[in-house]
T-cell receptor
């Protein structure tokens, strides 16, 4: 079992839909990152969370430390949101970053 | 403010050769971390440097090494290349070690023939 599990692996949505991507982890963490990767490889950091909830534009990220679970929400999705979304956790032991397998999101117009 | 710069962007090597990749962090950032991304294994942590010292290392063989210079620029080296080393190598910088938002470079895509 991977230390970081994401679901779903693939997600197709229509423009305007509300999207949720989930991340569960099994290790103790000091922080959780949500990353976005477009075709071509470049990665952008969307959020870094250690508790609670953060919002940036149409993106919302939440984390529940007790349940070891985080969600990334996209409101009013747009075709330009199409990308791979990756959850990564910073482990408290060793402070290395461990990644989920990513969620491929496709938003159709 | 310039972003994280990785060079070269693309390179092709043959088995047995060695390769050196470079990463220039955002000005003022003192921590640089390196990652390998392959279709089969996804993203994996290689190592992290802060103040010219390796602070953390992932589960990679000794053929993978790195260093950081006094200006925070970092290099990673892979010796005796294997076909399985073909990957996108990404570096990220942050203000300090173990904390803070990560800023990624565009990556260096290595193909080993």
């Amino acid at each position: 079992k991977n230390e970081v599990e994401q679901s779903p692996q693939n997600l197709t949505a229509q423009e305007g839909e509300f999207i949720t991507i989930n991340c569960s982890y099994s290790v103790g963490i000091s922080a959780l990152h949500w990353l976005q990767q477009h075709p071509g490889g470049g990665i952008v950091s969307l959020f870094m969370l250690s508790s609670g909830k953060k919002k940036h534009g149409r993106l919302i990220a939440t984390i529940n430390i007790q349940e070891k679970h985080s969600s990334l929400h996209i409101t009013a999705s747009h075709p330009r949101d199409s990308a791979v979304y990756i959850c990564a956790v910073k482990e408290t032991s060793g402070s290395r970053l461990t990644f989920g397998e990513g969620t491929q999101l496709t938003v159709n117009p | 403010k310039a972003g994280v710069t990785q060079t070269p962007r693309y390179l092709i090597k043959t088995r047995g050769q060695q390769v050196t990749l470079s990463c220039s962090p955002i000005s003022g950032h003192r921590s640089v971390s390196w990652y390998q991304q392959t279709p089969g294994q996804g993203l994996q942590f290689l190592f992290e440097y802060f103040s010219e010292t390796q602070r953390n290392k992932g589960n990679f063989p000794g053929r993978f090494s790195g260093r950081q210079f006094s200006n925070s620029r970092s290099e990673m080296n892979v010796s005796t290349l294997e076909l399985g080393d073909s990957a996108l190598y990404l570096c990220a910088s942050s203000l300090s070690w173990g904390t803070g938002e990560l800023f990624f470079g565009e990556g260096s895509r290595l193909t080993v023939l």
